[in-house]
């Protein structure tokens, strides 16, 4: 059984920083496509950004140049960097393991808040 462990998330400053981290267990992680994804508040749940098993990168026109998604393999765990953050960053935010190309498994999300 895949699970998806989300941590890192809180309230900060608009301008600040954050590292989300996704533990996943139950699967060969290195195989698969991980995303970071988002859901604010009466919004739609949207991409943030996406790292293939090769290590490519795709992000969010949003995000680009202030967000940074890794992984570390041995860890089974990806990351999501978030730098100069915005209000509009507020969300909570979701890891998921792809299947198929597409979205599939999903973490319970962790809450990100940025407030002066």
């Known amino acids: 059984q895949v699970q998806l462990v989300e941590s890192g998330g809180g309230l900060v400053q608009p301008g600040g920083s954050l590292r989300l981290s996704c533990a996943v267990s139950?699967?060969?992680?290195?195989?698969?496509?991980m995303g970071w994804y988002r859901q604010a508040p009466g919004k739609q749940r949207e991409l943030v950004a996406e790292?293939?098993?090769?290590?490519?990168?795709n992000y969010a026109d949003s995000v680009k140049g202030r967000f940074t998604i890794s992984r570390e393999n041995a860890k089974n765990t990806v990351y999501l960097q978030m730098n100069d953050l915005k209000p509009e960053d507020t969300a909570v935010y979701y890891c998921t393991q792809y299947s198929d190309g597409s979205p599939g498994y999903w973490g319970q999300g962790t809450q990100v808040t940025v407030s002066s």
């Open positions: 790292i293939t098993s090769i290590r490519s990168t």
């Open positions: 139950g699967s060969i992680f290195r195989f698969y496509t």
